[in-house]
């Protein structure tokens, strides 16, 4: 009878030590998402605010060649500040996700986050996303290695998917598709186990902290029809085809891209792709009258969605700006890919929309960003709320899952990182492979 009573009071003390530590782990999440927000606001009102607001008001040719100058400055602060540090961020989430030997450490992350500056600020074709990815996931990771008793028997990487969900709920004002992306990313095909609480708390408190500095309007405040029929359910899935096998391209030049980043000659390279960025502005200068090749992309979108534009020019357009961002990443440039493929979605649902001669193209704006974006980086439930939370209106929820899977099956085992992993791959196995 003693053993018996031993035995329980052992087995309660050890679910009280457990609750003790599962109440901790989620302050510690909620710490790091709010720590991530405030960084992310901070990085937006220096770049965005500060930054990219005065290079558009510049004259054309400075702003042609300023992402060149900014490229190459991004690539002597990493030279100098740590020589291993690469221009990845949200594929160094990745890494460090599926390999527990890749730490997150904070000199490069230094490295990185001047670069971020220097690329993004001078106006190169990328997004503050994936530094702000990487930030987040960075926080956690260094946090989560001080309390090792807290995480006694938890996931190693609690605290550091939990940044990542911070930083893009932050970054997007989107707290569902931050928690959802952060766990869906790391895999082709499923999602990341036993770590949605803590997410889904890093999320709101990262969300809460950026929106107090920078207020809570929608990313994209689409105007126009949200009714849908079942005949525009079938059209969505038409158009997740088109836009799959679009991102499926992308994807491919980006991965060439990043290739060509890893050679030997930088210099040369990082020459290579300013002339590039360089020559696409002035193209699309040439063919619009607006800097639609500079900057993450938001203002291509807006332009996408208004009325008059001839199916060969928006055509012109999204291969003009997959160039352009394509040239970033090969001369190191550090920043996302995440916008450049909403900006991909949203061209490609407009051409569609145009081609078909409809009035109100704003369905075919808002599916094809489901459809782009979660076929390139294979997220189709994130890229579904995305859509919904960005813009205001879940009625996209719908056609938005018909074209996210259509999109997804079209990409078969392509994705714009190489770092992610079918879900059943064992640990062992992708520690080799990384």
Same mark, same amino acid.
């Not at 030997?264 to 290579?272: D, E, H, M, N, T």
């Not at 002339?275 to 200068?285: D, F, H, P, Q, V």
């Not at 390139?376 to 813009?391: I, K, Q």
């Given at each position: 009878m003693r053993t018996v009573s031993a035995a329980l009071s052992?087995?309660?003390?050890?679910?009280?030590?457990?609750?003790?530590?599962?109440?901790?782990?989620?302050?510690?999440?909620?710490?790091?998402?709010?720590?991530?927000?405030l960084f992310v606001a901070g990085m937006e009102w220096l770049l965005v605010d500060g930054m990219i607001d005065h290079v558009l008001r510049l004259r054309p040719w400075l702003i042609a060649i300023l992402p060149g100058i900014g490229l190459f400055v991004a690539l002597l602060l990493r030279r100098s500040i740590d020589p291993?540090?690469?221009?990845?961020?949200?594929?160094?989430?990745?890494?460090?996700?599926?390999?527990?030997?890749?730490?997150?450490?904070?000199?490069?992350?230094?490295?990185?986050?001047?670069?971020?500056?220097?690329?993004?600020?001078?106006g190169a074709p990328m997004g503050l996303e994936g530094p702000s990815l990487y930030s987040g996931a960075t926080f956690g990771d260094r946090l989560q290695r001080q309390f090792p008793k807290t995480f006694q028997g938890s996931d190693r990487r609690v605290l550091m998917v939990s940044g990542a969900a911070a930083a893009v709920a932050a970054i997007f004002k989107a707290p569902a598709t931050g928690a959802v992306f952060a766990l869906e990313v790391?895999?082709?095909?499923?999602?990341?186990?036993?770590?949605?609480?803590p997410a889904l708390v890093a999320a709101g408190t990262g969300y809460l902290a950026f929106v107090a500095v920078n207020g809570t309007e929608a990313l994209f405040p689409i105007t126009g029809s949200v009714d849908f029929t079942i005949r525009d359910v079938l059209g969505a899935a038409g158009i997740g085809v088109v836009a799959g096998l679009g @991102?499926?391209?992308?994807?491919? #030049?980006?991965?060439?891209?990043?290739?060509?980043? =890893?050679?030997?000659? $930088?210099?040369? &390279? +990082?020459?290579?792709?300013?002339?590039?960025?360089?020559?696409?502005?002035?193209?699309?200068?040439?063919?619009?009258?607006e800097s639609l090749m500079v900057t993450s992309g938001f203002n291509v979108v807006v332009?996408?969605?208004?009325?008059?534009?001839?199916?060969?020019?928006?055509?012109?357009?999204?291969?003009?700006?997959?160039?352009a961002t394509s040239a970033a990443v090969a001369g190191g440039g550090v920043g996302g890919v995440f916008i450049p493929l909403v900006v991909g979605g949203a061209l490609t649902g407009a051409i569609i929309g145009n081609a078909v001669q409809r009035?109100?193209?704003?369905?075919?704006?808002?599916?094809?960003?489901?459809?782009?974006?979660? @076929?390139?980086?294979?997220?189709? #439930?994130?890229?579904?709320?995305?859509?919904?939370? =960005?813009?205001?209106? $879940?009625?996209? &929820? +719908?056609?938005?899952?018909?074209?996210?899977?259509?999109?997804?099956?079209?990409?078969?085992?392509?994705s714009v990182t190489k770092y992610q992993q079918p879900a059943n791959t064992p640990i062992e196995y992708r520690s080799a492979q990384l």
């Open positions: 052992a087995r309660r003390n050890e679910l009280k030590a457990m609750a003790t530590r599962s109440h901790q782990v989620v302050t510690l999440a909620a710490c790091t998402g709010a720590a991530t927000g291993q540090a690469t221009s990845a961020t949200a594929d160094e989430y990745l890494h460090a996700f599926h390999d527990a030997h890749h730490e997150l450490r904070w000199r490069p992350f230094v490295a990185r986050t001047l670069a971020t500056v220097a690329t993004i600020g001078s790391p895999y082709h095909d499923d999602l990341a186990r036993r770590m949605l609480l @991102a499926r391209a992308f994807a491919k #030049l980006l991965r060439i891209a990043k290739h060509i980043a =890893t050679f030997r000659q $930088p210099i040369l &390279i +990082v020459a290579a792709a300013g002339s590039t960025i360089a020559g696409t502005y002035a193209l699309g200068r040439l063919l619009t009258g332009w996408a969605a208004a009325p008059g534009h001839s199916v060969p020019l928006l055509l012109a357009i999204l291969v003009l700006r997959s160039l009035a109100d193209i704003t369905m075919f704006i808002v599916v094809g960003v489901a459809a782009f974006l979660g @076929a390139g980086y294979r997220v189709p #439930l994130a890229a579904v709320m995305f859509v919904a939370e =960005t813009t205001g209106r $879940p009625s996209f &929820i +719908v056609p938005g899952l018909f074209a996210a899977v259509a999109a997804e099956l079209m990409m078969g085992t392509s």
